[in-house]
């Protein structure tokens, strides 16, 4: 039954999230990176699932675009990052975290952003006791100490000084993490989510 449900994931666009399901009233907090615009209908699916008390973002919030690249893009840019900001807006969640990368504009994000918190950079805070350093770059955290340490941007994580168990990579994979317990559940994306992101270009950017 398992493999069926994820081969019509992959199908339909979908995650499969029967594992991450709420077991008792813990608080739980979501991180998610460089998100293409293709895949915000699945992300306002999961958040609306998963009902996450604390969301942070690592940055790229349309990560098909790179204005960093083609500043020819930033008015399409604009227009889609209105749609995941109110996605977030319109979520649950008690806080919500934006920590922006190198294909963000914090300006136009800061101005649209409402009750979402925005850094222009790594941040560290504490949600229900529990000390979170959050990041784009995996450079900018691996010297902090912290419980956790998300981030997001580079596909490569298998870099010896990165501690699985406390280093999240968002861009990998979806982490909703239980902060009494510290268990982590990984989510997958949606099949094809990579391809969106890179637009068919090559890895790096």
Not at 177 to 192: A, M, N, Q, S, W
Request: proline share 2%; net charge neutral.
């Amino acid at each position: 039954m398992s493999m069926v449900k994820n081969i019509i994931g992959a199908v339909f666009g979908r995650s499969i999230l029967d594992h991450a399901s709420r077991l008792d009233d813990h608080p739980r907090l979501l991180h998610i990176s460089d998100t293409p615009s293709q895949f915000y209908p699945e992300l306002k699916r999961i958040i609306k699932a998963l009902e996450p008390d604390y969301i942070i973002h690592t940055g790229d919030l349309a990560d098909n675009i790179k204005i960093g690249l083609y500043q020819s893009s930033f008015h399409r840019y604009k227009h889609e990052v209105r749609i995941i900001l109110k996605i977030l807006q319109d979520s649950k969640a008690k806080k919500i975290v934006l920590s922006l990368g190198n294909h963000d504009d914090y300006d136009f994000v800061r101005k649209h952003s409402g009750r979402l918190m925005v850094f222009d950079g790594w941040g560290k805070m504490e949600f229900e006791g529990v000390d979170v350093a959050f990041s784009h770059y995996y450079s900018d955290l691996k010297d902090l100490t912290a419980d956790l340490r998300l981030y997001g941007h580079d596909l490569d994580s298998a870099d010896d000084d990165r501690n699985k168990e406390k280093d999240l990579n968002g861009i990998t994979s979806m982490s909703l993490i239980d902060l009494v317990t510290l268990d982590v559940k990984r989510i997958e994306y949606p099949f094809g989510t990579n391809n969106s992101r890179l637009n068919r270009n090559k890895l790096g950017i």
